[in-house]
Each structure stands twice: as structure tokens, then as C-alpha cells.
């Protein structure tokens, strides 16, 4: 009997800076909305198409200009967040790989 998995996914416009942040042994820092708030937990182990990435850090927002790394997101993705933060605001979460 196969044991299913949690699996955490990235936008593919993103995958060539998280790698290079992680190839570097570094923190990668994602910004969840909708059904993805509350659901990734400090210390909690997840599969990626990066590898098993460990969650270490998580913080919940509920306005978009408390964003740690708001300058860093492209228009992009302050529209996604921002069709979505109404509903239940945000979470920032920081992984490693291990």
C-alpha cells in the first residue's frame, strides 16, 4: 500500500529563483491564499518538484501591505493575492530543503 504524500507546488514562473535560493542552502518564501491558508505548518514535511522541503517559518496576514517582501512581488502576483485576501487573508511561509 502506497502512504500519500503532501505535496507542496510553485508557481512555474518561480522555479528558476526559488531553486537558485535553495541551491544556496537558503530560505524560499511563498505566499499562500484561499484554500492554502492554514494549511502548511511550522516543522511540517513536505514533497516538492524541489524535493522534501521543511516548513520553518509561518506568519498570517490579513492586509496585503503587512507583506514582508511586498516590493519584491511583481504586479502579478499582488493581483492574485489580492483577488484572494478578502476571503481569509494570507500566510507567508518560509521552507528549507532537506
Same mark, same amino acid.
Do not use: A, C
Given at each position: 500500500?502506497?502512504?500519500l504524500k503532501e505535496y507542496i507546488d510553485f508557481p512555474?514562473?518561480?522555479?528558476? /529563483?526559488l531553486l537558485r535560493r535553495i541551491n544556496n542552502?537558503?530560505?524560499?518564501?511563498?505566499?499562500?491564499v484561499s484554500n492554502e491558508v492554514n494549511k502548511y505548518f511550522i516543522n511540517s514535511i513536505y514533497d516538492s /518538484?524541489?524535493?522534501k522541503l521543511k516548513v520553518i517559518y509561518f506568519k498570517h496576514f490579513t492586509n496585503l501591505k503587512e507583506?514582508?517582501?511586498l516590493n519584491e512581488l511583481s504586479e502579478t502576483q499582488i493581483l492574485e493575492i489580492n483577488k484572494y485576501?478578502?476571503?481569509k487573508g494570507f500566510d507567508l511561509i518560509g521552507l528549507i530543503r532537506i
Open positions: 500500500m502506497t502512504t512555474i514562473e518561480e522555479h528558476e /529563483s542552502n537558503q530560505i524560499i518564501y511563498t505566499t499562500r /518538484s524541489f524535493g507583506h514582508p517582501f485576501i478578502n476571503e
